[in-house]
Every structure is written in structure tokens, then in C-alpha cells.
């Protein structure tokens, strides 16, 4: 998954984004690279294969200072395009629009033919060039950056989290998101963007947490927040993040998932606080009206990727044996991209650990359309996961947080286990109502 990071402020950016980059290695990546537009507003960009140190040491083997008080920057993990510096982003156009990326453009090909006709050169197998190529020629309109950004995302089909700049706007970043998570920290005299909050702990703790159709344009002094359909400005909260900088950084543990082999009973413990007494289990942690839902499910359907979707085959087999409860599991990409026949007195239960990964989001999102045209009152959603401000918790009826900590680890642990231990609790609730 690539990760973005990306600020505008009173002073040098470069080492802020740079540690934003080593806060998402954990996401994977084959390459990393970063751009900066100087004080005399030039656009400068370094990038680099391998560890996020080897673009440190490509920095420091400069000539000249690479500095900037506006910039971008990325980790990469390929897929359109093989690993290589070429490919790494941020692509630039003409020396001039900087965009980074996470997602994809399904439709780039057609675009990619579209632009090479009007005269654009490619350097890269990647499908961001096209996003690129296609902010630049909006912006021969009106030079306008907000709005060739709003024109331009009405001809991407796909998915993308986007960090934009551009040397005649230096005092100005664009973010837009759809499908792929993309926060907003603020500061004081300052914002930033990145993927995930952790790339952004160091300097602030206030966050945005932008959603699907939102193109936000930064200035050192403020944010204001569009909808891509519209136009029209939206209002996003400001909510302060529970998580410090202590919560993600290594201690005295050897690796992160080290670390949180370690951290899961006290996650177990937070996961269950609140949620039990000495005899029963509170079915109302699931919400409200969850004891009113319960009576009427007849049978069971979870969907999640990865470690949550074993997490959900776990649950399969505690559901058929233990209370005789019809039980599907199913990956959420495969869900998503078929026909399927939703019965009534269904309970969807959607498992993620971040909240935003997109085959999980899009499943419900389309669990929810068919709801609406069927007009299916005994189809309910309950979400399990581990981020209170996510996309997942917004969308679904019912939400469970697990209160895991944050989970950096490629390999999950803490998740993992807070999942069974809240199935396990849905488990317990069905049977007593």
C-alpha cells in the first residue's frame, strides 16, 4: 500500500516529510521520493529504490541545500509499472504540477492515449502520470489549481488519494481522496497530508479525517474542504487523535511486531473494558439497538480481507456449532465484484482493522445501495474495527471498536486477536437474545 505525506508551512518541510515517510514504511515499498518547491519557487524532486534511508542519503549527497516550505512525498508499492526510480513518484509535468498518489486510475490507458495525442511526453510505465499530465492542461484554462484539480477528477475512474502542487501556486497544496484514506493535520501557521495519522504525530495531534468526494486546499493559514461533485465547500471536523508518538515508536522492542506480541493482553483488556461484567455480556456495546436487531437475524455474512477475512472463518465455525446460526464468510473483492443474492434478517458484519480498506469499504457501500432499492428494513451492517474516526464506522449501522493500538506490524497480531475476542462477544450476543 503507498503512503503519502505532504505539508505546506513557515519553514522547511523537508526533514517533517522525510520522517513521515519512515512512520509509513510500515505500509511496504519498493521505492520512495520527494518534491519541493524552493524560495524562488523552483521544483526540485529526489527519488530513490530501496529503504527510505537510501533517498536520506541521495538528500545529503546533494550539491545544493533540498529545502522547501511546501512539498510532497511518497512511498511506492508497484503496480502498474515495475519497481524503479522512474516509476517512483512524485510525477511531475512540464516542471511544473507535482502529484503523489495512492490508488489506481483504472480508465489511465485511455487517458494516457488521449494526452500523448495532445503532445504530452510519458517517463513512466505508472498510471499517476495521467493525473499529472491531466491537472496541467486544466490548468492552461484559468490557471486556477483548485479547479483544474476538480475538473480533473471528473475523468478518473478508479480509486486515489492525491497530493497536488504547483510552481505558479506556491502557497497552496490540494488533496483530494475517493476510496483511499487521506488525513489533514493541523498546526499553527502550518497543515499537512499524509495516509495515515502516524506520519504525522511529531507535529500535531488535530486531525481531519477528509472522505470520499473531498478536494481540500491547504495554505499555511487555513484549510477549506470541496465536494468533487459539486463544488460546493463542506464542513469536516477537527478531532484530536488518541494515539502519541510514544504508542508507535519501538521502545525497547526489537521490531513492531515484536512489540505487539507483547502488547495483546492489554489490548484484550481494552478491547473487553466496558463491554462486560463479572456474568454477562453488555449487548449493547454494539450499539442501541442491538439487542432489537439481534432477535430478528437469521443468519450471518461477513466480509473482510487478509487477517480479518481468517479472523471472519474463525467466526464461522463458532456460529454453526455453537448456537446452529448460518454463518457465510467471504473476501470482500470477490463480494464486491459479483451478482449476489442479499436475504432478508441478514447481519453483514464488515472487519477491518484500519476502517479504509476499499474492497471492505466498497462492499458496503453496495450492501447499503441494495438495501435502499429493495427495500430491505431486516439488512443491517456492523462494522469491527480498530479506528474510531474510519470510513467503515461512518458508513455501517453498528460499529465495535477494539481498541487494539495502533498496528504497525505487517503482520497482525493485536488486530487478530481483539477480532476474535469481539466475534466472539457477537457470538455470545446473538445467543442470548
Known amino acids: 500500500m503507498c503512503g503519502i505525506v505532504g505539508g505546506i508551512a513557515e519553514r522547511n518541510v523537508s526533514p517533517i516529510l522525510m520522517e513521515g515517510l519512515r512512520r509509513l514504511e510500515y505500509r511496504g515499498y519498493d521505492s520512495s521520493g520527494m518534491a519541493l518547491l524552493d524560495d524562488i519557487n523552483e521544483l526540485h524532486r529526489v527519488r530513490s529504490l530501496g529503504k527510505i534511508q537510501q533517498l536520506q542519503d541521495k538528500v545529503d549527497q546533494l550539491n545544493a541545500p533540498f529545502t522547501g516550505r511546501i512539498g ?89 488519494a492525491l497530493g497536488v502542487m504547483d510552481k505558479s501556486h506556491p502557497d497552496m497544496l ?78 525497547e522492542h526489537r521490531h513492531y511486531m515484536h512489540k505487539e506480541i507483547f502488547e495483546q493482553p492489554q489490548a484484550v483488556i481494552d478491547t473487553l473494558e466496558g463491554r462486560i461484567t463479572q456474568d454477562q455480556v453488555l449487548v449493547s456495546s454494539f450499539g442501541p ?81 441494495y438495501r435502499k432499492v429493495h427495500d430491505l428494513d431486516g439488512i443491517t451492517s456492523l462494522s469491527i474495527c480498530n479506528v474510531a474516526e474510519s470510513s467503515l464506522t461512518r458508513d455501517a449501522d453498528m460499529t465495535y471498536l477494539t481498541h487494539a493500538g495502533p498496528e504497525i506490524g505487517v503482520a497482525s497480531t493485536k488486530s487478530f486477536t481483539t477480532q476474535l475476542v469481539v466475534l466472539a462477544l457477537l457470538l455470545t450476543s446473538l445467543g442470548k437474545v
Open 289 to 369: 439497538k442491538a439487542e432489537q436487531i439481534f432477535k430478528t437475524v437469521e443468519q450471518i455474512h461477513i466480509i473482510a480481507c487478509g487477517t480479518s477475512y481468517h479472523a471472519g472463518m474463525v467466526t464461522k465455525y463458532w456460529m454453526e456449532d455453537i448456537i446452529g446460526l448460518p454463518c457465510q464468510v467471504e473476501v470482500a473483492s470477490e463480494f464486491r465484484y459479483r451478482n449476489p443474492v442479499i436475504l432478508n434478517n441478514t447481519l453483514f458484519v464488515m472487519i477491518s482493522q484500519s476502517g479504509e480498506t476499499a474492497d471492505t469499504l466498497a462492499a458496503l457501500h453496495q450492501i447499503n445501495h
Open 72 to 160: 510532497i512525498a511518497h512511498t511506492r508499492w508497484a503496480t502498474h509499472g515495475i519497481p524503479s526510480e522512474n516509476n517512483a513518484h512524485p510525477h511531475i509535468c512540464n516542471n511544473q504540477v507535482a502529484v503523489v498518489h495512492n490508488g489506481i486510475i483504472e480508465n489511465y490507458q485511455s487517458l494516457k492515449q488521449k494526452q500523448l495525442a495532445q503532445g504530452y511526453r510519458f517517463t513512466s510505465e505508472t498510471d499517476t502520470e495521467v493525473v499529472a499530465h491531466e491537472i496541467h492542461a486544466e490548468l492552461q484554462q484559468d490557471n486556477d489549481l483548485l479547479q483544474a484539480v476538480l475538473r480533473s477528477l471528473k475523468v478518473f475512474d478508479g480509486a486515489y
Open 174 to 251: 490540494v488533496a483530494a481522496r475517493k476510496g483511499s484514506p487521506l488525513v489533514i493535520g493541523i498546526g499553527i501557521g502550518e497543515h499537512f497530508i499524509a495516509s495515515d495519522v502516524s506520519a504525522l504525530l511529531p507535529v500535531t495531534q488535530n486531525f481531519i479525517f477528509l472522505e470520499d468526494g473531498d478536494v481540500a486546499k491547504l495554505t499555511r493559514d487555513k484549510v477549506e474542504i470541496y465536494s468533487a461533485a459539486t463544488g460546493e465547500v463542506v464542513e469536516r471536523p477537527v478531532k484530536q487523535s488518541s494515539l502519541n508518538i510514544t504508542s508507535v515508536e519501538l521502545g
